[in-house]
T-cell receptor, first 112, second 112 residues
Framework: DAMVIQNPRYQVTQFGKPVTLSCSQT?????MYWYQQKSSQAPKLLFH???????NEADTPDNFQSRRPNTSFCFLDIRSPGLGDAAMYLC???????????FGQGTRLTVV | AQSVTQLGSHVSVSEGALVLLRCNYS??????LFWYVQYPNQGLQLLLK??????LVKGINGFEAEFKKSETSFHLTKPSAHMSDAAEYFC??????????FGAGTRLTVKP
């Protein structure tokens, strides 16, 4: 049973055209993360929510924004995708700081 | 801020040989440490975690890791490699502020 679901698995978008990636969870976890992972690199934390508190990493570009309308859903908005934004985007959830994070299958974004 | 360093971006072993993947951490407070595995075009799956209980932690698929505070290490081992162990492995660290940061990853190759 999928617990962290990312849609779509593969997304192709045009250069400069806004795109939204979605993540939902059935775990009722209070923390949700968005990571960017480029080929053969480690996942890079973009931002995370602790409940409704939004925490943006200092080096996350302004082009990336996020919304969390409720506990179950979290969205990643890329306002004007560039070629350098092509990557795998991973969503994860966690209950508090002591436990492990649960990851979705990821969305692979291609920018053409 | 906390961080982890994985020594060796690529490790190659023969099937049946010992697997040793190295991870050293840096944290000013007691950390929580994790090992994840990632198969191509998939999300991350938890192998094991250290959360200040037993220093020797056993995980799935025959993997284990030992937390050594004196060496600031959390190396991952498996006595006998299997072909299905070929994947990318990530060490991660978390402290009380809820973020989770990953090492650069180690790609494990298993030769027949």
């Amino acid at each position: 049973d999928a617990m962290v679901i990312q849609n779509p698995r593969y997304q192709v978008t045009q250069f400069g055209k806004p795109v939204t990636l979605s993540c939902s969870q059935t775990l009722n976890h209070n923390v949700m993360y968005w990571y960017q992972q480029k080929s053969s690199q480690a996942p890079k934390l973009l931002f995370h929510y602790y409940d409704k508190d939004f925490n943006n990493e200092a080096d996350t570009p302004d082009n990336f924004q996020s919304r969390r309308p409720n506990t179950s859903f979290c969205f990643l908005d890329i306002r004007s995708p560039g070629l350098g934004d092509a990557a795998m985007y991973l969503c994860a959830t966690r209950q508090g700081g002591k436990t492990e994070a649960f990851f979705g299958q990821g969305t692979r974004l291609t920018v053409v | 801020a906390q961080s982890v360093t994985q020594l060796g971006s690529h490790v190659s072993v023969s099937e049946g040989a010992l697997v040793l993947l190295r991870c050293n951490y840096s944290s000013s407070v007691p950390p929580y440490l994790f090992w994840y595995v990632q198969y191509p075009n998939q999300g991350l799956q938890l192998l094991l975690k250290y959360t200040s209980a037993a220093t020797l932690v056993k995980g799935i698929n025959g993997f284990e890791a030992e937390f050594k505070k004196s060496e600031t290490s959390f190396h991952l081992t498996k006595p006998s490699a299997h072909m299905s162990d070929a994947a990318e492995y990530f060490c991660a660290v978390s402290v009380k502020n809820n973020d989770m940061r990953f090492g650069a990853g180690t790609r494990l190759t298993v030769k027949p």
